[in-house]
């Protein structure tokens, strides 16, 4: 997964490889399984560095429902796939779903007494309360 990893952020990073980082996911999809450390890393960055493309976005979603379905409830990998599950929510336009799920991530990374994570998630909960916030107001 490391290589995939790595070629996946050149692409996302070169604006004349960009357009190849959804095909690369895929591939790596098909190719790698019961990874969801990197499957949540990979749809991490898709969902960072990839924002205006389509294709990426499905791939990041495959990935991150991936890797959510194969971590239980509990820990640090679990919190950082519900980040990632928030963000993909939010890409989307779904901020109230985006909103739980990071609460979700807040209260997995307090119970698993990671406080740099928990304060991360309740930063991008704040984010994504002001965006609804801000949305109603129109």
Not at 41 to 53: A, E, H, K, P, V
Not at 80 to 91: C, F, G, H, Q
Request: hydrophobic share 40%; glycine share 6%; proline share 3%.
């Amino acid at each position: 997964p490391r290589l995939h990893i790595m070629a996946l952020d050149l692409a996302c990073r070169n604006a004349d490889l960009n357009s190849r980082a959804a095909g690369a996911a895929r591939a790596y999809a098909t190719a790698i399984s019961d990874h969801p450390d990197a499957d949540n890393q990979i749809g991490w960055m898709l969902l960072n560095r990839c924002t205006d493309d389509a294709e990426a976005l499905k791939a990041a979603r495959t990935l991150v429902l991936r890797a959510e379905s194969a971590i239980p409830q509990a820990g640090a990998l679990r919190g950082a796939i519900l980040n990632s599950r928030a963000l993909y929510e939010y890409r989307i336009g779904n901020l109230d779903e985006a909103i739980e799920f990071q609460k979700k991530a807040e209260e997995t990374f307090r119970q698993a007494e990671l406080r740099p994570g928990a304060v991360d998630a309740q930063r991008k909960l704040l984010y994504y309360r002001t965006a609804k916030e801000l949305q109603g107001k129109k």
